[in-house]
């Protein structure tokens, strides 16, 4: 019989009392120093937001913004790989309730308070959902669990003075994004599609989300990606290959700006593959994108 089963008058060994795990605060108080928050978004998966993402905050870095980029895609978490950050574990910090640092040597109190602080890479501060998970580890969670976890990866880090913080939301329109949008003061979003119909079809519903009365957030734009194809060796060739314009024709039906067209080339995608992103050096990636840091 198990001793810690006993249900006698007297048990000589009774369960150890479990530990109360810290509160988890929902403030946003670490937001303070960031002057814009700009969701990245798209209604579909597979068209290239989270590459746009990474991507994008590495332009603006390069243009001499301070920027960090928090990965809300919990059921695809991309940005360890993309960044070369894989493996990485972000350090946690502990203060009580009034700010202090907890020390290191006395056990975490109920009142303590864990604020996580980013990876930096390529100027850019960068947390993510993958950094807490084996790259092959699936995260099975309900919408309530995900949309917590996701809050702490935004609200409990460490961001400092940020000129930009770019948030990599989860493809699609449910109660995740309906959660975030609502708990954190987004300055605006881009939605990110490829200029296919199957894809525009989606990306209308991202539209309508945020505008939304209930979430009534500015768009800034659409940002088309995957345009056209060119060939490294025919850099003046264009073969478009997902259609053409799908993404100026949606901007003009919803009266928004076209921030830009990314064209389809192998050295964003092994860039990506490597942990080395193709915004790091000039080219077509990073002159697309450019053009969007001027529009935000």
């Known amino acids: 019989m198990d001793p810690n089963e006993f249900r006698g008058p ?31 978004a798209s209604g579909k998966g597979g068209v290239g937001k989270s590459t746009v993402a990474v991507n994008l905050a590495i332009t603006m870095a390069r243009l001499g913004y301070k920027v960090g980029l928090a990965d809300a ?45 980013p990876v930096v890479k390529y100027g850019v ?33 460490a961001w400092g003075k940020l000129d930009y913080l770019f948030i990599d939301m989860p493809p699609g329109t449910g109660d995740i994004h309906i959660s975030l949008v609502n708990d954190i003061p987004l300055t605006g979003a881009i939605i990110v599609s490829t200029p296919q119909a199957v894809a525009l079809a989606d990306v209308e519903k991202g539209v309508n989300m945020f505008r ?12 088309e990606n995957m345009s056209w194809f060119t060939p490294e060796e025919l850099p003046d060739n264009r073969y478009y290959i997902f259609g053409h314009d799908g ?49 935000l």
């Open 10 to 40: 007297y048990n000589p060994n009774p369960p150890k009392p479990k530990k109360q795990a810290p509160v988890i605060h929902f403030d946003q108080e670490l937001l303070q120093g960031v002057d814009k928050i700009i969701a990245v």
């Open 73 to 117: 895609d919990v059921y695809g978490p991309s940005v360890p790989k993309m960044t070369g950050t894989e493996g990485t574990m972000p350090r946690v910090e502990v203060y009580d309730a009034e700010g202090t640092p907890w020390p290191e040597d006395r056990e975490i109190e109920p009142t303590c308070k864990e604020v996580f602080v």
């Open 125 to 157: 501060k960068w947390m993510s959902i993958g950094y807490f998970a084996a790259p092959e580890q699936a995260l099975i969670w309900r919408g309530p669990m995900a949309s917590t976890a996701l809050k702490q990866i935004v609200l409990q880090t």
């Open 212 to 223: 939304n009365p209930q979430i009534d957030k500015h768009i800034f734009g659409i940002l």
């Open 247 to 295: 993404c100026a024709e949606m901007c003009r039906k919803y009266n928004l700006p076209l921030l830009g067209q990314i064209p389809l080339v192998q050295g964003i995608r092994e860039g990506g593959d490597e942990g080395t992103p193709a915004a790091l050096h000039d080219g077509p990636i990073f002159d697309a994108l450019k053009g969007v840091a001027k529009m």
